[in-house]
């Protein structure tokens, strides 16, 4: 038998040019979309187990975004950072997402949202963004799974234009941080950078309509996570801020009794953390290393008049 193989028959390759919310996104790594089918094992009492049936689907994707400091709005979308515990996410009309290569293969998600902010790395020469945003795709408005480009559409030959690379924008210089004015945390170094991680989380299960799936995610929380082996508080100020013995210590302390923002900057940028607690320190004995361990700040929901504030804020 012979084998052969048009190479014009060849799927083309390339990277992706991300367009959402009129602006354009870029990555540092590759992009996979997955069209991953959700089944449902049907079993019988003679046979055992018979088929699968097709239940609701979302797309759900990571983009590991390129280090630009801008677009700020997209890539922390208040409804996550100020969100309302309960609330609906995806609102009444599609949010479209385009992904072209240059060769002209494009795929267009109908209905997208942001559900996961990227994790940072806040640490000079390291590209800002550490893991990946992820989104989700749901089903158009108004549509049925068994109606064609319900969820996508996948056309080749698209024309492809270049988009804006701004690249004035790029992070990766040394980040300070202030906790406060708490003396010893006015101006906080680093060893290796600072670590964010936005823990956002949603409902179980998600908002359901049988014969169609999911139509919308409702938001939990987000309670932001900085880490980072500081350099500047001696071991006495390590040890009032962490409150592991003292005053603000006793079981069942409420640990926002003890908060205060932290700040975090490039001297360009910031990322304020509106109410955050120390929850962890450590005293580290060894030759070649610094004394003073992994130190983690937790995010707290703080209020006003008794209405929620943003649990954090970017600019």
Request: aromatic share 10%; glycine share 10%; charged share 15%.
């Amino acid at each position: 038998m012979s084998i052969s193989i048009d190479r014009a028959n060849l799927p083309g390759s390339g990277a992706p040019k991300i367009t959402y919310k009129s602006v354009t996104l870029w990555t540092r790594a590759d992009l996979m979309i997955p069209l991953k089918q959700n089944l449902k094992q049907q079993v019988s009492s003679m046979y055992g187990p018979v088929t699968y049936t097709r239940e609701g689907r979302a797309i759900e994707f990571e983009i590991p975004i390129y280090g630009f400091w801008n677009a700020l709005a997209v890539l922390f979308p208040s409804y996550l950072l100020a969100g309302i515990h309960g609330a609906r996410i995806f609102g009444s009309s599609d949010t479209p997402m385009t992904i072209v290569a240059r060769n002209g293969d494009q795929i267009v998600l109908n209905n997208v949202q942001l559900v996961a902010v990227s994790n940072l790395k806040l640490k000079a020469n390291e590209q800002i963004f550490s893991g990946n945003a992820k989104f989700v795709a749901l089903i158009g408005n108004n549509l049925s799974p068994a109606t064609a480009n319900s969820y996508y559409t996948i056309t080749t030959n698209a024309v492809y234009a270049e988009g804006d690379f701004p690249q004035a924008n790029f992070k990766s210089l040394a980040w300070t941080g202030a906790w406060g004015s708490r003396t010893g945390f006015t101006s906080i170094l680093t060893q290796d950078g600072w670590d964010v991680d936005w823990q956002i989380k949603f409902m179980s299960p998600d908002d359901l309509v049988d014969g169609i799936g999911p139509v919308d995610k409702f938001f939990d929380s987000c309670q932001p996570k900085v880490s980072a082996i500081v350099v500047g508080p001696t071991l006495a100020e390590l040890d009032a801020g962490v409150d592991f013995q003292g005053t603000n210590a006793a079981v069942g302390a409420d640990i926002a009794g003890d908060s205060d923002s932290l700040i975090l900057t490039d001297g360009t940028s910031t990322i304020t953390i509106a109410k955050a607690s120390m929850v962890e320190t450590g005293i580290v004995f060894a030759p070649g290393k610094k004394r003073i361990a992994k130190t983690t700040w937790q995010g707290t929901l703080g209020f006003t008049t008794g209405a929620p504030n943003a649990m954090a804020s970017v600019a």
